[in-house]
């Protein structure tokens, strides 16, 4: 089984699916800003003093969406990374046999349960990886924290911390181990930093009540999926060695 060509399908499906669904609220974003039927702003006069730009709730609407969808692309990554290791992990049970492999003290990932407890699957991977396959992935191509964010962001969005808030937040990063979060809402940021009423304005000095919005914007989410097919195709090559070593 080629498990590298499984993912690359599923990756293609979340850039098609995310530049087919998103289109329509780029479209609307972009009337609105350049003013375009049927989103010319009402002639007022010199006198009146709108509450907000015109179509400032069809706006924020579409915006919005694109960072909901956004957030859904990014937690089909996070699974379509944890199949791929997990199918890896399977692929070699089948290739070699269970018995030939704990000939060699490799069995399965979720034996070793302080691992993946400590800091959740993809760290278990990682250390099975490390352990029983001698395969570093310090040694991969890859943005390895950025890796690592993905799967953060994946567990902000199925598990939200607001219900007033459709766009999820971060609230399980740890402002020491990702001082600058790939995911943070920039804009956001820039105004908690410039808020007096929050002593030193750092937004990422670990204070609980800061619970920074998740941008996943076009740009961002095709970063993360380069790199999780950079990072997956560097794994299919050196996972021969263990083919060898066997």
Same mark, same amino acid.
């Given at each position: ?58 706006? %924020? #609407?579409? @915006? *919005? ?10 937690? +089909?990554?996070?699974? !379509? ?91 399980? %990063? #740890?402002? @020491? *181990? ?10 956001? +940021?820039?105004?908690? !930093? ?53």
């Amino acid at each position: 089984m080629d498990v590298n060509a499984l993912l690359r399908i599923r990756t293609k499906f979340i850039r098609d699916f995310y530049t087919e669904t998103s289109s329509s609220f780029a479209e609307r974003i972009r009337k609105i800003e350049a003013e375009e039927e049927p989103f010319q702003p009402p002639v007022v006069d010199e006198y009146s003093v709108p509450d907000e730009p015109p179509f400032f709730s069809e706006w %924020y #609407d579409a @915006k *919005e969406s694109l960072n909901v969808l956004g957030q859904m692309c990014i937690s +089909m990554l996070s699974s !379509a990374l944890q199949l791929y290791l997990k199918e890896c992990i399977n692929e070699l049970h089948r290739r070699y046999g269970t018995e030939a492999l704990a000939k060699f003290g490799i069995g399965w990932p979720d034996e070793n349960k302080a691992a993946f407890n400590k800091k959740g699957w993809i760290n278990g991977y990682r250390v099975f990886f490390r352990d029983k396959l001698r395969i570093d992935w310090n040694n991969a191509p890859s943005d390895l924290k950025l890796l690592e964010e993905i799967v953060l962001a994946r567990n902000n969005i199925q598990h939200p911390a607001r219900i007033d808030r459709l766009s999820a937040q971060h609230w399980e %990063y #740890d402002p @020491k *181990e990702y001082p600058r979060s790939f995911f943070a809402d920039e804009n956001e +940021m820039k105004m908690i !930093a410039a808020d007096p009423l929050h002593g030193s304005g750092d937004p990422l000095s670990g204070d609980p009540l800061f619970l920074w919005r998740l941008d996943i914007s076009k740009d961002k989410l095709w970063q993360a999926i380069d790199e999780v097919e950079k990072f997956c195709e560097w794994l299919d090559r050196v996972e021969g060695s263990v083919s060898q070593r066997t």
